[in-house]
């Protein structure tokens, strides 16, 4: 499968900043996802970044809060903007499997994620 | 809204016991189903999947999962887990296949194994 390299791996940010995240893939991916784990919660997609073409935002998430760039097939990054406690999570980037491999298409590949503590 | 939930959040289990974790989800229409798990410091990583024939998957470790589409479930089991199965396990969902990769995910269920 891919390798998903992320960073920051884990960063202490104070209310009213924003951050941007890093997610880099070792190969060439057409989709990348941003997952968000709220404490005690499950992941949730964020949006859907395709090279080439805006991000494709789920429900309860808007561009202007999470802005995204897409600029290659091997990378990507988010912006967590204007940051409250409530965006403290663990943010993480996936890419699917490409066909052939083992696990199959239409599975992901998680980074290690970037925790993200607002003060 | 499409949902996943996981019956057990917390499991304490000695080594050699059985395990089953619950795994319901509300979607009537096909979908492809996933049990991850996040070993200790490690990265989330595949278990098993389900995406149609056999409903009796078998995955890594020894683990296996029954597609149940009757009952919306797809549990999974370890007839006897070992220390090393200490994780958390979480099952998710695809059920947009013009989006393969978003997945719901169910809230967790943390494995503590006593040796």
């Known amino acids: 499968s891919a390798v998903i390299s992320q960073k920051p791996s884990r960063d202490i940010c104070q209310r009213g900043t924003s951050l941007t995240i890093q997610c880099q893939v070792d190969?060439?991916?057409?989709?990348m996802f941003w997952y968000r784990q709220q404490p005690g919660q499950s992941l949730t997609l964020i949006a859907t970044?395709?090279?080439?073409?805006?991000?494709?935002?789920e429900s309860g998430f808007v561009i202007d809060k999470f802005p995204i760039s897409r600029p290659n097939l091997t990378f990507s990054t988010l912006t967590v903007s204007n940051m409250s406690p409530e965006d403290s999570s663990i943010y993480l980037c996936?890419?699917?499997?490409?066909?052939?491999?083992?696990?199959?298409?239409?599975?992901?590949?998680f980074g290690a994620g970037s925790r993200l503590t607002v003060l | 809204a499409q949902s996943v939930s996981q019956h057990n959040h917390h499991v304490i289990l000695s080594e050699a016991a059985s395990l089953e974790l619950g795994c319901n989800y509300s979607?009537?229409?096909?979908?492809?189903l996933f049990w991850y798990v996040q070993y200790p410091g490690q990265h989330l990583q595949l278990l098993l999947k389900?995406?149609?024939?056999?409903?009796l998957v078998k995955g890594i470790k020894g683990f296996e999962a029954e597609f149940i589409k009757s009952k919306f479930s797809f549990n999974l089991r370890k007839p006897s887990v070992q220390w090393s199965d200490t994780a958390e396990y979480f099952c998710?969902?695809?059920?947009?296949?013009?989006?393969?990769?978003?997945?719901?995910f169910g809230q967790g269920t943390t494995l503590q194994v006593k040796p």
């Open positions: 996936s890419v699917e499997d490409p066909p052939g491999l083992r696990s199959g298409a239409n599975v992901l590949t």
């Open positions: 190969s060439q991916v057409t989709m």
């Open positions: 970044a395709n090279q080439g073409s805006e991000a494709t935002y």
């Open positions: 979607y009537g229409g096909t979908v492809n």
């Open positions: 389900y995406f149609s024939g056999d409903p």
């Open positions: 998710a969902v695809n059920a947009d296949s013009s989006n393969t990769g978003k997945l719901i």
